[in-house]
């Protein structure tokens, strides 16, 4: 029986030690056969040779792997960008973790780590997602989007390993489920921006056209001193543009919306705006035209701006002259040459003509203090679609401000202040005003009424002086009409006293039936 033993153990060593040398063996050969194919073959030669070895050992093999370049040539590869984005919230099963919050940003970004292997599971499917970073020579590299990329020097691909058999899959559901969750978590994420025209790189390239600054407005509809059912139907209106993306492609229709802000200085043009920008989480492009010379710089400019954004033209009825659609020009009195204006036709081709379409998700405000002195094609549907009054303080406003301001909800004095406000002409930017010089709502409220019975006896005083001024035109234009008529009523007797003596002039003296002689 032990020597039974003896001979299986004495056996499989023997063959353990066969295996070792075996391997061994093809070790020596293999590090033998890499130093003749590194010394004795070109480079060329040898990635021939290793590309067509690997496509022997691929053939055999069912797993697939994708690799995902961060650039398309010199344009960012979108997919990359979103498969960042969407692997940043899986990173709870990695190792090693990029953590990184750039100034005034809300929250952290997290990111793969280089090297580092993500799984996802997609319908019951595993998927490998490895992110490679090849150094390489920091002259030969520029990233569009980075101008530290000549620093960083590195190329970053991501690598998708999966079977085979699930090559359908990722094309045609786990791609486009990874480019629609990217887009939601980069909006939950997303710090406001507000972009201003950066007129000494318009003409370089298209991204750099605007410039921009992290927006930090606290306006919301929540802190607006609006109409509840004005707000109400911006707030509804709002809704159903951003959820009728299939519609507006169903009508053939542009997906944007526009707006018309209009009413005295004051009101709340500026923050209504902010808080449709914060409710929407839309960036926000603030376009002064009169910097513009022509038409073909302002299509460049809106063409460079974003999708899922505001583009803002302020006091449209002050900033250009638009009454002319033609091209217009101006004399320069310095070069006496002509310098180009953008025009009325120009600003309509780009929100309501093709250039339109060149944009998704996009809302276009405009705002004036005179409405009646646009031109009536910029204000019809399409253009201009939703018409909004912005007016002077309402009782239900002034509570809004009281809320915000001072922190309360009811007062005794309330109801006197309201009937001042339905009976006198105030902002609610002059109201705030008021309510921000006392911490004490008592002593607040007694100032704010101070000064609205100080404007309510101005308005009475105004009005009264307006009226008076009236009446006293009314008589000059009375006088003025009466003494008219009696110029003209004595113009006319003069002129047939005159007319006889003309005509008795022209008479022979026999006619008149005496002579001088006849004494």
Known sequence: MNNAINFFSETKLASAKTVFSTVASLLATAMVFRTVLQDFLPYEAQQIFCSG????????????????????????????????????????????????????????????????????????????????????????????????????????????????????????????????????????????????????????????????????????FDTIAMDSELKSKILEDLKRFVRRRDYYKK????????????????????????????????????????????????????????????????????????????????MNPRSFQFEKQVTLSGLLNFIDGLWSSCGDERIIIFTTNHKDKLDPALLRPGRMDMHIHMSYCTPYGFKILAANYLGIINHYLFSYIENLIETTEVTPAEVAEHLLQSDEPEKALRDLIKFLEVKKEEARVQKEKEELEEEEEEEEEEEAKAKKELELQQGGSVGENDEVTMMTKRMPQSSLGFTLGDG
Not at 279 to 299: A, Q, V
Request: net charge positive; charged share 25%; hydrophobic share 40%.
């Open 251 to 330: 009508v053939g229709k542009a997906w944007k919306r526009g707006y018309l802000l209009y009413g005295p200085p004051g009101t709340g043009k500026s923050s209504l705006i902010a808080a449709i920008a914060n409710y929407l989480n839309f960036d926000i492009y603030d376009l002064e035209l009169t910097e513009l010379r022509c038409n073909s710089e302002l299509r460049r400019l809106l063409l460079a701006t974003a999708n899922r954004s505001i583009l803002v033209v302020e006091d449209i009825d002050c900033t250009i002259q638009l009454q002319d659609r033609s091209e217009s020009q101006l």
């Open 53 to 220: 070895i690997r496509r022997l050992f691929n053939r055999f093999s069912p797993q697939m792997t994708m690799v995902i370049d961060e650039f398309d040539g010199i344009a960012y590869n979108q997919i990359f960008e979103a498969a960042e984005t969407y692997l940043g919230s899986k990173v709870h099963s990695s190792q090693r973790l990029r953590v990184s919050r750039p100034a005034k940003e809300r929250k952290f970004n997290i990111n793969v780590e280089r090297d580092q292997e993500i799984v996802d599971v997609f319908r019951g499917v595993k998927f490998r997602w490895l992110l490679i970073c090849i150094k390489t020579d920091s002259r030969s590299i520029f990233n569009p989007r980075d101008f530290n990329s000549t620093i960083r020097s590195e190329v970053r691909s991501f690598e998708l390993s999966f079977h085979k058999k699930h090559l359908d899959m990722v094309l045609n559901s786990y791609f486009p489920y990874i480019l629609k969750e990217s887009v939601s978590l980069m909006q939950e994420k997303k710090t406001l921006k507000l972009f201003t025209v950066d007129f000494e790189k318009m003409f370089g390239k298209m991204t750099d056209a605007w410039s921009s600054i992290s927006l930090d407005h606290p306006s919301t």
